[in-house]
């Protein structure tokens, strides 16, 4: 392939890309620090959401080398030589002082843009190295001016044992061997990377408003919608569909079923085995065992049906109802409303409201939605009295 230069100038891939020390924090509603990256140098032009995803989420937080040093290899340009730890070096410093986190917009850029041109170059596919040299200035020219991104796996993956030598156990990905065009599993956890991941468009997403298909996410550009992470709340800032890929359904013996992309991995169990092992969808047989871990407990158990039922309703109202409270108008009184839209739903949020709060005045209503027709009933309840209960489950 060859390759002109559109955003690069030879020399300095970043050249009027000027960067600055920018800060990064998270931090609970109470003002306590989550997390902090200080003074990580990012292009000056960039927002602080950008900033925040990148030190938050891309820079690699830990065995990024201090100092590093170049391996030779036979056929590779010495600028684009491997770089490891230069154990030389790093043998009179502290481990602390030996290794960090990537604290430079540029570290993340280099490592993915460096490892691209190597396997380029191990491949083949460059006319020169001239071409070589211009691709590996375009891709950090283009990542600092935000022109072109690859998807989050690269950010988080790619170039770290390329660049930093890190490594860890295989994971059951696989990767065409260049010298004789073979599929193979790779050794490790980072030379050859898992870079990709899919999702089918229905699989929903868990969000405050309840569950989204991903498709529709997507499809309709919800930037800033509000989804759930293993850490709390977090906002979708961008979207794109990275193409099509076969997607698997898994259906397991209790009734539960998994679907993915052929290359996303199944943590199985098979036969008399006693060590688990991760395997892709695409490679499971019939009698795989899938090893499920809910990582839930039971923390308290209920002391009566009572119990069982006002968190039954506290959890209706929250989905499917309202609470409020007027400051203007003839009503100001505390309001609590449920909804139900079949029997089923009626006869359960009726028992437990009756239960709940039997000692409160309401008003109930049946009648169709404007849009879609469905038939709706609504228990609306007024008064101080439901004070405790909407402070108790902070509704």
Known sequence: MKFSRTYSVSGDPYAGVAFEPRTSRIVNPDGSVIFEAKDVMVPVEWTQV???????????????????????????????????????????????????????ARQVFNRMAGCWTYWGWKYGYFDSENDARIYYDEMCAMLARQIGAPNSPQFFNTGLHWAYGISGPPQGHWFVDSDDGVAKASPDTFSHPQVSACLPYHALVSTPDGPIPIGDIVEGKMIGQAVYDRAGITRVLATKSNGVKPVFRVTLSDGNFVEATGDHLILTRNGGARAAAWKRVDELILGDRLVEKTRTSILKRSASFADVAEASLAGWVQGDGFVGQYKHGTNRSLTVE????????????????????????????????????????????YGEVLRPFVERYQL
């Not at 030589?81 to 986190?101: C, M, W, Y």
């Not at 139900?340 to 005045?361: F, G, I, K, P, Q």
């Not at 049946?366 to 309840?381: I, N, Q, S, W």
Request: aromatic share 6%.
């Open 50 to 104: 950008a900033v925040d995803v990148l030190a938050q989420k891309y820079c690699r937080k830990a065995g990024v080398p201090t100092a590093t040093a170049r391996v030779a290899e036979e056929d590779v340009p010495a600028w684009l030589q491997r770089s490891i730890a230069d154990d030389s070096v790093l043998e009179a410093l502290t481990r602390d002082e030996q290794f960090g986190p990537e604290r430079d």
């Open 338 to 381: 449920a909804m139900a839209v079949n029997d089923e739903e009626r006869e359960h949020m009726t028992a437990s409201s009756d239960l709940v709060l039997a000692s409160c005045h309401y008003w109930e209503a049946t009648g169709a939605t404007p849009k879609g027709a469905v038939l709706v009933t609504r228990r609306r309840y």
